[in-house]
T-cell receptor, first 116, second 114 residues
């Protein structure tokens, strides 16, 4: 079955430490890949996206993600986390064979807590 | 910067009542979407809308739900007879095109069905 998996429900990192959030997908063909962030009480904001080309993608707020076809993964990274990065992070895909509706299929999300 | 707006921010209704959630997408966008997020669960797709018709809908989007773009700016989601399990945060989104284009999300409407 087609799915998006974020294995980590919660992650806690110290401010200034590096961060990696995992995302794996299971689709017949590589879908369009996205990372969204949801701050408390806010809507979702796109951090970055990938479809083709350079497998290391730069996004907003200092985030980057690396696409690895062999692992069906699209992990989100940040070299140095700030307290304001505490939020919920969602990996999402749009399948290439979407029924023309371009529905985003979200993972369950990873909640990031940043400690002083 | 243009943004998607949603009203109301919080709606409380009784089971069996009809509710209409309103959204104003970004003005030059052509694709419109509704998603919902039940507390503690993932964001789920409900429906997408393009060229004045539904282009895709999920299994959640049954006959109790409908969408409309009544004028050039608003995009509405109607739930005809609300159930307790409809309690969720409802997000509207819009994009200039489909596929790889960014979907811009509104801040959401929290619907509470009592």
């Amino acid at each position: 079955a087609q799915s998006v998996t974020q294995p980590d429900i919660h992650i806690t990192v110290s401010e200034g430490a590096s961060l990696e959030l995992r995302c794996n997908y299971s689709y017949g063909a590589t879908p369009y890949l996205f990372w969204y962030v949801q701050s408390p009480g806010q809507g979702l904001q796109l951090l970055l996206k990938y479809f083709s080309g350079d497998t290391l993608v730069q996004g907003i707020k200092g985030f980057e993600a690396e696409f690895k076809r062999s692992q069906s993964s699209f992990n989100l990274r940040k070299p140095s986390v700030h307290w304001s990065d505490a939020a919920e992070y969602f990996c999402a895909v749009v399948p290439l064979n979407s029924n023309s509706g371009y529905a985003l299929n979200f993972g369950k999300g990873t909640s990031l807590l940043v400690t002083p | 910067e243009p943004e998607v707006t949603q009203t109301p921010s919080h709606q409380v209704t009784q089971m069996g009542q009809e509710v209409i959630l309103r959204c104003v997408p970004i003005s030059n966008h052509l694709y419109f979407y509704w998603y919902r997020q039940i507390l503690g669960q993932k964001v789920e797709f409900l429906v997408s809308f393009y060229n004045n018709e539904i282009s895709e809908k999920s299994e959640i989007f049954d006959d109790q739900f409908s969408v409309e773009r009544p004028d050039g700016s608003n995009f509405t989601l109607k739930i005809r007879s609300t159930k307790l399990e409809d309690s969720a945060m409802y997000f509207c989104a819009s994009s200039i095109s489909g596929g790889f284009y960014e979907q811009y999300f509104g801040p959401g409407t929290r619907l509470t069905v009592t």
